[in-house]
């Protein structure tokens, strides 16, 4: 299985891009799919999780109200929504998948056994 992201770029303060990480590949041992994020000279860290199912969507609170997870089954595709972008948000954006079905242990990186590659986004002011 691989996952590829994509959908970054540089947008002013305010803004929203939409991220999109596909899976290829077998993704039948995967439970939940992952966002993290790493901002430069910071430890990366959890923005928001969901089951491929859909539902079970988890967010780091900071995330809430302004970012959204959403996953498509049929195109082995997860989404996340970025509203009302802030020069704070710039950074790395990861997604991972995990087999971990244990919602809140989905903050952790360690839980996580594939990961993207990362999509820069850049918020200017």
């Known amino acids: 299985v691989q996952l590829q992201a994509s959908g970054g770029g540089l947008v002013q303060a305010g803004g929203s891009l939409r991220l999109s990480c596909a899976a290829s590949g077998r993704t039948a041992s995967s439970y939940a799919m992952g966002w993290f994020r790493q901002a430069p000279a910071k430890e990366r860290e959890f923005v928001a999780a969901i089951t491929w199912s859909g539902d079970g969507a988890y967010y780091s609170d900071p995330m809430k109200g302004r970012f959204t997870i959403s996953i498509d089954n049929a195109k082995k595709t997860v989404y996340l929504q970025t509203d009302s972008l802030e020069p704070e948000d710039t950074a790395v954006y990861y997604c991972?998948?995990?087999?971990?079905?244990?919602?809140?242990?989905?903050?952790?990186?360690?839980?996580?056994?594939?990961w993207g590659q990362g999509t820069q986004v850049t918020v200017s002011s």
């Open positions: 991972a998948s995990t087999s971990n079905p244990i919602r809140p242990a989905w903050r952790r990186e360690g839980v996580y056994e594939l």
